[in-house]
């Protein structure tokens, strides 16, 4: 239980990071929007798959 | 304006023979006093994350402390040596034993086993039953809710396609809202991820998956309470075709990349251990790579009905002015985080597909 919340954490800090991310690179380059929105969802999906993994792993 | 009329008149059939006849399906069960609320909810829960052979309206107590489903039977198609085919209205929640025939079956635990007139079922120490279970191929609550998502599309495609001969070319009615989000996914989804010469070959698939799965999401969110998506088969059956659609119209460079990924750039002798881990890495990056959409489908659906249905549970725990409304506000946002989540998820299926197909139909210009 502590290790699926703790894998919570790391899941939310790491689609935060992501998120974060995105937004910096979308206010560097904002005709990219498109390409960058892409990728962070990738990249966010990809993540939050860990997250379930270990939701369901309790 | 007889079209719209003739629209009308099909929806509302189609809502009336949903919900005008709910047969009253009552199943004797008198009333444990004991067990308490916490564990009713938790109960009432997972029995909604489940498929189930009707799709039951409500349930209550009478007075006599009898517990009364009203549900709408849907057929049991068994095969038991030969067909075996009745009304789910005869299992009576796993309550009474349904005679067929000379057979007997009986629910439990959401799965028809075969039993004797008395309906005993063994158990073996883990606690699983061990009668035998016959193959069950019953149009259960999802295959119903499939089956009319799936004649949905049908028609609404089809006719949007008609408006469009009869108007030149101009998207008339729910053409207006439709046009912009297949045109997205021509033009943001398939021609970037697999490429302007093949993407309109897996466009039909990229269309129908995307449409299907958001539809079947949103009609988990509506009061009738399906679980489509969130059914861990349909999500396989969904990830099955991408893999199988991928692998059958892969390129040679696509088997190439899998089983020579450095190609000539070294010679074959100091690939040899190279490809000891590399290879296996590949083959199995075919398999996870379905598996993970199927896997990613399933636990956002999963997780989205259990967080809103223990929210909504929690209003009956808290019975207090302070909680209750807390609780039903918070539902409401989840239900609003839900709906964007069915859009999001069956854009990332389509969208992930794409990429696969474009994994599948890469041409490399050999240098």
Redesign the interface.
């Known amino acids: 239980m502590v290790g699926a919340g703790l894998v919570v954490i790391g899941v939310g800090m790491g689609i935060g990071r992501i998120g974060g991310s995105a937004m910096e690179a979308i206010g560097r380059q904002p005709d990219a929007y498109?390409?960058i929105q892409?990728a962070m969802?990738?990249a966010a999906?990809?993540v939050?798959?860990i997250g379930?993994?270990a939701?369901?792993a309790v | 304006m007889p079209l719209v009329l003739n629209k009308i008149f099909l929806i509302s059939a189609l809502v009336a023979t949903f919900f005008s006849a709910p047969k009253f399906v009552s199943a004797k069960e008198t009333a444990d006093s004991t067990k308490d609320l916490k564990s009713e909810i938790k109960e009432y829960i997972s029995h909604h994350l489940e498929d189930a052979y009707d799709f039951s309206l409500y349930s209550y107590t009478n007075e006599k402390g009898e517990h009364i489903y009203i549900s709408i039977p849907l057929p049991v198609i068994l095969w038991d040596n030969g067909l075996q085919i009745f009304s789910s209205s005869k299992l009576h929640h796993g309550e009474e034993v349904a005679r067929v025939g000379s057979n007997y079956y009986k629910l439990e635990h959401g799965k028809i086993y075969k039993t004797d007139v008395e309906g005993t079922i063994t158990y073996d120490e883990a606690h699983h039953a061990t009668n035998y279970a016959p193959l069950d191929l019953s149009i259960t609550k999802g295959v119903v809710s499939m089956l009319f998502i799936a004649l949905l599309m049908f028609w609404l495609f089809r006719s949007l396609a008609k408006t469009y001969s009869e108007n030149n070319g101009v998207p008339a009615g729910v053409g207006r809202f439709f046009e912009p989000i297949v045109l997205y996914i021509r033009d943001?989804i398939a021609r970037?991820n697999i490429g302007e010469k093949k993407y309109m070959k897996y466009m039909n698939f990229l269309l129908t998956v995307f449409f299907f799965v958001w539809f079947l999401n949103l009609l988990g969110l509506t009061p009738l309470g399906v679980n489509v998506t969130g059914n861990i088969a349909v999500t396989f059956g969904l990830a099955l075709l991408t893999f199988l659609i991928t692998n059958f119209t892969g390129t040679k460079d696509y088997w190439l990349h899998l089983f020579d990924p450095l190609g000539s750039s070294m010679k074959w002798y100091a690939k040899i251990p190279l490809y000891i881990i590399l290879i296996p890495i590949e083959v199995l990056g075919i398999f996870i790579k379905p598996f993970?959409l199927l896997?990613?489908l399933y636990?956002?659906m999963q997780?989205g009905h259990i967080v809103l249905m223990s929210l909504i549970g929690l209003m009956f725990i808290f019975k207090s002015w302070l909680g209750s409304p807390l609780s039903f506000g918070l539902a409401f946002a989840i239900s609003l985080i839900e709906l964007l989540v069915a859009l999001?998820q069956a854009?990332?299926f389509t969208?992930?597909s794409a990429?696969y197909f474009g994994f599948a139909a890469e041409e490399h210009e050999h240098h």
């Open positions: 498109g390409k892409t969802l990738i999906a990809l939050e798959g379930f993994a939701l369901f | 943001d970037p993970s896997i990613r636990a956002n997780a999001l854009y990332i969208m992930l990429l």
